[in-house]
Structure formats: C-alpha cells, structure tokens
C-alpha cells in the first residue's frame, strides 16, 4: 500500500524524510508497546511468551480503527493483543504510546540531522581556512558595503551550524507515561504496587535509550515544543546558509558541480541544494506555528490540540533531516572560482581571527556530541 506522505514527488529531497514515515512511526509505536509489556512482566515476575511484531500488522485494519477512534493506538492496541496476551497496553493511555513514539521518532531524526550539520560543517571549516584570505566585498541593505575575507563570510555559515547544533544538543527525549490522567493510578492499582508508575517509567526509558522524566508530561508540551524549535533551528541554519549559496551561484563566485537542469533551458545549472534548503527554511514556520498553538491547551487531554500536534510534529522532524541532508551535499558540492590575489591578502585584519573562532567553536561542539 503506497504511502501519499512518503512516495516524494512534491518532495524532491524526501528521502532524508523517510525518517519519520508511517513505518518508522508504527514501528516506535510497536517499540514502545514492547517495552511496557517487558517492564510490565518484570514488575508481575511473569514471562514474556511472545514477541509484538510490527511486520505482520494488518494496515488497512489499522486505518479503519484509527478513523474510528480518532487515534491510530486503539486498533493497534487490540491487534498486539492477539499477539502479546493481555498485559499489553494495560494501565497505559493513547497519549503515552504515541507521545513516546514520536519521541524515539525525533531522537533518531535528530540525531541523523546532528551528523548531517557536523559534515558540512567539516567542509564548511576546510573551506574557510582555504579562504581566510581571499577578499569578498559583502554587500548591507543589497548594496556593497565592505571588503572582508570570503573565509570570514564562510566562518559566519560555520557559526549558524554551530548555533543549531547547540539547540540540538540541548533537547531531551523523555518517555511519557501517565495512564489515563497521568496520575498513573491504574498501574498502581492493576499490579497492587503504589509505585509502580515509576517503576515502569524507568524500566521503559531504560529499554527504550530514552530519558526518565520522572513524572507525566502529557498536559506540559515543553518536550515537544524543544523538540520542533530544533528542529526548526536546523532548517533555519540551512536556509540561511542555502540563501547565500544561492546569491554566490548567481555570481557564479562559487557553484555547485552537479547543479540541476532546467525543462525549458538545457544550458542552465541551478543549485538545487540552495534552492531546496531555502524552501524548508521558509516551510518549517508552518508546523512549528501549529505545535505553538496546540500547546496552549487544556483538560488532561484536550480535544483537538493533541490531535493537530501528530502532523505538524512528524513535519518538522522531516524537514530537519532533509535540511540536514542537503546541507551536507550542498557543502560538498561546492566549487569556488574566486581568483586568490597575489599581493596582500585584505584589508581587514580581523578576518581572520573570525575565521579562526568560528572553527573552534564548531570543532568543539562537533566534537563535544551528545553524551
């Protein structure tokens, strides 16, 4: 069954994007019903007779159920029943499965995203250093304004990849588990254990290489809003480094080696990647916006702002993995013709020193990663 999300033809970089596809989400979905049913058995002392397998689901029974329910976790819930026995999902909530899911969905997105910047950054850094002399008049308000180094102007790309790799790295994955109100009530009172929320919440996060929050988060939607503001950072960082580089290929001052073509112009070369990364930039409010205002919900469980949070959440995911991805090629892809002068280098002395803190400070955050 084709996936209208994931097939790619309105999205010529979409397969940076697969990381977050339906498949990926129904897999963390059967990841994390996994792990509720093994902390589960350990709480009871009970074993494990069966292992959930999310290739053998029925998805055109999954959609019929989600459309009924509203959610796509009850259907799933009783068809990893008939594998898993009763313990599975039991005490747990829609909300906790599919928070968790897209959790694990941005830790991985994000993470591949992480890879991505550092190896443009790489070529970024490389590439200043080997222009940390050459002169580049910038230009303020579209008009010329001084003459630097084109290492400088380099040095300040390297300084919005370092700026996106710090929000990046300052996000937590926290597992959500609360039960129906987040009160955990009903694993206390299913296995006769008072704590047993915690009990689980920490076995789970262990399971899942996710974080223990040590309390539900499912009216708090400060993890998802860290979470697309990365995401967002990324595709800004992209988008602003695209805008250069598409300004740059327009004063074929640098330009990419395997440019694209064009349906009525053979001739022509255009930087994709550029073009691509700007877009993303420019698309990322959208969903961000969406997550925004759902986050000013209410109840224990709002009806609606959950809901609208799935698609704007998984978009910005994706958009970042792309951005990601391209800036990556984009970097590579890169061949400047500026000519180096043969007398002095420029007329200003601080460039270089710029080029220099801003390959630091990106080889320290580089380096530094997540722990």
């Not at 747990?92 to 599919?98: G, I, L, R």
């Amino acid at each position: 069954m084709a996936d209208a999300f994931d097939w790619g033809l309105l999205e010529p970089a979409g397969e940076g994007g697969t990381i977050a596809s339906d498949d990926r989400i129904l897999d963390a979905m059967v990841d994390v019903e996994r792990a509720h049913l093994g902390a589960w058995s350990a709480l009871l002392g009970a074993e494990i007779t069966s292992t959930l397998d999310a290739g053998v689901l029925d998805r055109d029974s999954l959609l019929r159920e989600s459309r009924r329910a509203g959610v796509p976790v009850v259907g799933l819930a009783q068809a990893l029943r008939q594998q898993g026995g009763t313990l599975v999902h039991q005490g747990m909530t829609s909300q906790d499965v599919m928070d968790t899911a897209l959790i694990l969905i941005s830790r991985d997105a994000l993470t591949a995203a992480r890879a991505g910047l550092v190896a443009a950054g790489s070529s970024f850094a490389a590439l200043a250093r080997e222009h940390r002399g050459t002169p580049f008049a910038v230009r303020t308000l579209t008009q010329e304004a001084e003459t630097t180094t084109l290492g400088a102007v380099i040095g300040g790309w390297l300084d919005v990849i370092s700026s996106a790799l710090e929000t990046v790295d300052a996000v937590a994955f926290p597992l959500q588990l609360g039960g129906a109100v987040g009160d955990g009530d009903a694993f206390a009172r299913l296995s006769g254990h008072p704590d047993a929320v915690s009990l689980l919440r920490r076995q789970m996060s262990a399971a899942l290489g996710l974080t223990d929050p040590g309390r539900a988060w499912h009216t708090d939607r400060s993890p998802v809003l860290a979470v697309t503001r990365a995401s967002a950072s990324v595709c800004s960082a992209g988008g602003r480094i695209g805008r250069d580089l598409g300004l740059l290929a327009r004063d074929e001052i640098a330009t990419p080696i395997h440019g694209g073509g064009s349906s009525a112009m053979p001739h022509k070369r255009n930087p994709v990647d550029a073009v691509l990364l700007v877009a993303n930039g420019l698309r990322v409010s959208g969903p961000l916006a969406v997550v925004q205002t759902a986050s000013l919900s209410y109840d224990a469980r709002p009806a609606g702002e959950w809901h609208a949070e799935w698609q704007a959440w998984r978009e910005t995911l994706r958009l970042a993995a792309e951005s990601a991805s391209l800036l990556e090629h984009a970097a590579r892809d890169l061949v400047v013709q500026v000519r180096r002068p043969d007398g002095p280098a420029t007329s200003a002395p601080r460039a270089a020193d710029a080029v220099d803190a801003a390959v630091s400070r990106f080889e320290q955050l580089a380096e530094g990663g997540r722990s």
